[in-house]
């Protein structure tokens, strides 16, 4: 498989063809499959459901996959993180974006996949979070699952990492309808030294792809929607 490159389609598809044993570490921000109380919501398009009704400043293109129910993600997830760890070499690692309703699902997933789940690190958004009134606990974090395909070595050449990260959302560093910032990114790559590979299954608006670029360290991304597969390769120019 050709290093530093994006490809265009399914993930479950373009996975098989990636050698066993071939990757350092996986960072991947997956469809939550979340928003929404009742199933006329959660099978709404993805911007009905995560943009803000007050803040239309960019409309972002919808993403495919988010509409499916708890049961049936944990069965999709079982199966790509399954390709995940055959792809990944002894003591990779593996970590997953979600959000407080999935977690539970989220973490199960994975050891169902046959990984080690080691934790959950929060990422602090900041109090521009949104809530829906005054009595209410506000939205502010997101989390990574993260665990190992074995072993967790201890590492030469950087860490202990931090388990909470603060970045906000910046708009203009906001391509894809659920981005993620790019410093956050940059943090988490550090898990691996220079030059490793990482691979990010849903790769969207290629941030993971930038930020590896960006800090000597090798990557493989895929992207099924063919809008954010073009924005990413824009960028990556």
Request: hydrophobic letters at 35%.
């Given at each position: 498989m050709e290093l530093n490159k994006i490809f265009l389609g399914d993930c479950l598809e373009i996975l098989k063809q990636?050698?066993?044993?071939?990757?350092?570490?996986?960072?991947?921000?997956?469809?939550?499959?979340?928003?929404?109380?009742?199933?006329?919501?959660?099978?709404?398009?993805?911007?009905?459901?995560?943009?803000?009704?007050?803040?239309?400043?960019?409309?972002?293109?919808?993403?495919?996959g988010d509409t499916?129910?708890?049961?049936?993600?944990?069965?999709?997830?079982?199966?790509?993180?399954?390709?995940?760890?055959?792809?990944?070499?002894?003591?990779?690692?593996?970590?997953?974006?979600?959000?407080?309703?999935?977690?539970?699902?989220?973490?199960?997933?994975?050891?169902?996949a046959d990984l080690i789940w080691r934790g959950v690190i929060a990422w602090d958004k900041g109090l521009g979070s949104r809530a829906p009134h005054k009595g209410y606990f506000r939205h502010q974090c997101e989390y990574i699952i993260w665990g190992t395909k074995g072993q967790c070595k201890k590492a030469i050449h950087s860490g202990p990492y931090p388990g909470c990260l603060k970045f906000p959302v910046l708009q203009k560093d906001k391509?894809?309808?659920?981005?993620?910032?790019?410093?956050?990114i940059e943090e988490l790559i550090k898990i691996v030294p220079e030059e490793n590979i990482i691979l990010d299954p849903f790769i969207g608006s290629g941030t993971t792809a930038v930020a590896a670029k960006k800090h000597?360290?090798?990557?493989?991304?895929?992207?099924k929607s063919e809008i954010y597969y073009k924005i990413a390769m824009e960028r990556l120019k």
């Open positions: 990636i050698p066993s044993n071939s990757i350092d570490a996986v960072i991947t921000d997956p469809p939550y499959a979340s928003g929404g109380r009742s199933l006329s919501e959660k099978t709404l398009p993805p911007s009905k459901k995560y943009e803000q009704s007050d803040n239309k400043i960019v409309h972002r293109p919808d993403f495919f499916k129910d708890s049961r049936s993600w944990l069965h999709w997830c079982v199966m790509w993180i399954s390709e995940c760890q055959r792809i990944l070499k002894d003591s990779g690692y593996f970590l997953m974006f979600t959000d407080w309703r999935q977690l539970p699902t989220a973490t199960d997933a994975i050891q169902m391509f894809h309808l659920t981005g993620k910032p790019t410093a956050l000597n360290r090798n990557f493989i991304g895929i992207e």
